[in-house]
């Protein structure tokens, strides 16, 4: 039976993808909250640590074009989640959406962190899970912040905000203007911090110090 003229058109494989994205971008925030220490790299060696710790999320903050997919790749074989700060990516031009079509086609990379809005997206739509990194250096920062948790076109699925050491008070103000869950990240240094952080109402922190990947 044919569709009756006024009524609305549903386009079913959108629709599809819609529901696949959203179960994927659930799955990947239940992996962060039942795995609240991120472990971010900036190099092969500390990598090499990060797969024998007890950690499931790894942050890629280095590497270039050439490197990047056996990066990923060494992570996924050790069963872990991989996200890259394609923002940190020589080679790669990051204010581009070819770089997004680029990590999906040629990492095993799970998902991207960027502090770049207008790529969010894209990367939604490659089925990436997606971390948008802001910088909480003055009250600008929280003004963006609240821009972009009104404006209907950039839905990350995590908020990660630097310094992840920042106030509770204001981890409490970023989490009642954002509509995402946050994640703190950067000069997180022993237990008191990851505590303070969590405590605050961050789902997780990210950290390159090795010691509070132990905890």
């Known amino acids: 039976m044919g569709m009756n003229e006024g009524e609305p ?3 079913l494989p959108a629709l599809f993808l819609f529901d696949k994205i959203r179960m994927k971008n659930r799955e990947f925030i239940n992996k962060i ?3 609240p220490i991120i472990a971010a790299v900036k190099d092969d060696e500390q990598l090499s640590r990060a797969l024998r710790e007890d950690v499931e999320i790894i ?3 280095y590497g270039d074009i050439c490197s990047i997919a056996e990066i990923t790749a060494r992570i996924k074989r050790a069963g872990k989640v991989a996200m890259v700060h394609v923002d940190l990516i020589t080679g790669l031009n990051n204010s581009k959406e070819v ?3 680029f990590i ?3 990492t095993e990379a799970d998902g991207i962190i960027t502090t770049k809005s207008n790529l969010i997206a894209h990367a939604r739509e490659l089925e990436l899970n997606t971390v948008l990194r802001y910088f909480i250096l003055d009250s600008m920062a929280l003004q963006n912040i609240e821009k972009q948790a009104r404006s209907p076109g950039i839905k990350p699925d995590i908020i990660e905000f630097l310094p992840g050491i920042i106030l509770p008070k204001m981890i409490r103000r970023i989490n009642k203007v954002s509509r ?3 994640i703190a990240g950067g000069l997180i240094a022993d237990r008191e911090d990851v505590m303070n952080a969590l405590d605050a109402g961050a789902l997780a922190i990210s950290t390159t110090n090795e010691e509070v990947w132990e905890m």
């Open 180 to 182: 995402v869950p946050i």
């Open 9 to 11: 058109h549903l386009n």
């Open 104 to 106: 999906k086609n040629n």
């Open 99 to 101: 770089c997004l079509d």
């Open 33 to 35: 909250e039942i795995n």
């Open 59 to 61: 942050f890629v903050l």
